[in-house]
Structures are given as structure tokens and as C-alpha cells.
């Protein structure tokens, strides 16, 4: 990666220069069965449109406040993204009520109701589809984000110092995001063109960089995994083979 990122967005951005064809998100949930993979190309189509649609639709501005209510998740990696994109901050599991705009799963709607500004709601259906019927009070995301544009550019410079993410009560400018990924890459050993398989939640710094940032700062991939206490040792042991996977993060099983 480029030596002058320094917001996860800038990550984005240079792997996408290097090397747009490869695999950088393979999701699964062992609940449903579903596998989705995103090359390097089509995650930042799909970054792109919702930072389109946060910037324009839903009038989000830099340092405004997203409480985003979504599980480790292949479309929660890409709201994170789209939100530094634009130089919102991204809390996750933070409060609606405290929030100026919320983004939620189908299974934290009522929380998602406290928050007094805009509202867009996740079916996590696979291949990202929609509602079968939107949520009273909510966008529906798979609705809303396909006429939005391939290509983002922000109104407003993103300031990298400025606060980009909380994490479990750890709040961190988009510099400090960059640079905590990069130190946990050297940690894990990863190097480009590795695959990281994690089944951590989104709700930690240790999952969020396991599950995104990480890989995205070293030039590898990650196999992100929900529910992955539904899959049995042997089926655990595939997958690493199937997918190549290079290293395993603790995962509760």
C-alpha cells in the first residue's frame, strides 16, 4: 500500500490502482449458506454508490455521526468505507438516539428508531437483496443504492486527523485507523496477497481490523465469516484450503 494513506478510504483507493481484479472481501454465513466475493473493483463500486448515497441522498456531511447497527458483514464493510469516504464518523453499535443518522440490520430496527435523523435499513439478504417489505420510517438500502453513482467525490476535503471511527468505546481519526491496521498487519505477518479467515464481530477493534482493515492495509483479502459456530472443524478446515487462506484469527466456536 501506498506509504501516504492515511484513511481507510486512501487504503481503498491504492489497492484499487495496484490490483482491481483481485478478491479483496469472501464473506459466508453458515446460517444461510450464502458465499459472496468481491474483487478489489467491486467492493469500491459498491463503496462508491453508498458514499453517493450518504453524501447526496441522505445530506451527510463531514464529522457527522453514523451509528451503524450491522454484524460483520460483507455490506457493513462497505458502509465503513463509504462513511470515511465522505468523513463521517462510523460508531459502531454506537447509539441511535446520540447519532445524526442510522444504519441498521433487520434485527436492531427498534433501536434504529431512536435516532431522529435518516434512517436506511439492511436486509442482508443474500446478494444484497432487499426487503421483502421496507421497515416503516426506513430506507431501504438495496432499494436506494443502485441508481447512485459508480464514481465519488467527496463536496469536502476528509480531514485524516479528524475523529473517523469508534470501536468499542476506542474512538480514532482515520490516521490513527490506517495506522493501528498497518502495525496489526506486521503483527499477523501479512503480506500482499494474503488470506485472512476471521469469524470475529465487527464490535472490536481486534474484529474490525482482523475483518477489514488489516488485509486492506497489507494488500491481502479476508474470508469474513458470520456464524461460523455453525460450521463444524471439518467444514472450518475446507474452507482454508477452498479459499487459500494464509492465517486464521482466533474464533469462537
Known amino acids: 500500500m501506498n506509504a501516504t494513506d492515511r484513511t481507510p478510504a486512501d487504503l481503498l483507493r491504492s489497492a484499487l490502482a495496484a490490483d482491481p481484479a483481485r478478491p479483496l472481501v469472501t464473506f459466508y454465513d453458515d446460517a444461510t449458506g450464502e458465499r459472496v466475493e468481491l474483487s478489489v473493483a467491486t467492493f469500491a463500486n459498491w463503496v462508491a454508490k453508498t458514499a453517493n448515497l450518504l453524501q447526496d441522498d441522505l445530506s451527510a456531511e463531514p ?17 465503513l468505507l463509504a462513511a470515511s469516504s465522505v468523513g463521517v464518523v462510523a460508531d459502531i453499535g454506537g447509539d441511535p438516539a446520540a447519532a445524526d443518522l442510522v444504519v441498521s440490520g433487520p434485527d436492531s430496527l427498534d433501536a434504529a428508531r431512536g435516532c431522529s435523523g435518516e434512517r436506511v435499513a439492511l436486509a442482508l439478504r443474500p446478494m444484497g437483496g432487499r426487503f421483502p417489505r421496507p421497515p416503516q420510517g426506513f430506507a431501504d438500502y438495496a432499494v436506494e443504492v443502485p441508481s447512485q453513482g459508480d464514481r465519488f467525490t467527496p463536496y469536502a476535503p476528509v480531514d485524516p486527523d479528524a475523529p473517523a471511527l469508534v470501536v468499542g468505546g476506542l474512538e480514532l481519526t482515520g490516521a490513527q485507523s490506517v495506522d493501528r491496521a498497518r502495525t496489526d498487519a ?39 465469516c458470520r456464524h461460523l459456530d455453525q460450521l463444524p472443524e471439518e467444514g472450518l478446515a475446507r474452507r482454508v484450503t477452498d479459499e487459500r487462506v494464509t492465517l486464521t484469527v482466533p474464533v469462537p466456536r
Do not use: I, K, N
Open 63 to 79: 464529522g457527522d455521526r453514523l451509528a451503524l447497527l450491522l454484524p460483520a458483514h460483507w455490506q457493513s464493510a462497505v458502509w
Open 186 to 224: 506486521g503483527s499477523y505477518g501479512l503480506t500482499p496477497g494474503s488470506r485472512l479467515l476471521s469469524g470475529l464481530p465487527y464490535g472490536t477493534w481486534e474484529g474490525l481490523s482482523a475483518g477489514l482493515l488489516a488485509p486492506l492495509a497489507a494488500g491481502g483479502s479476508v474470508v469474513l
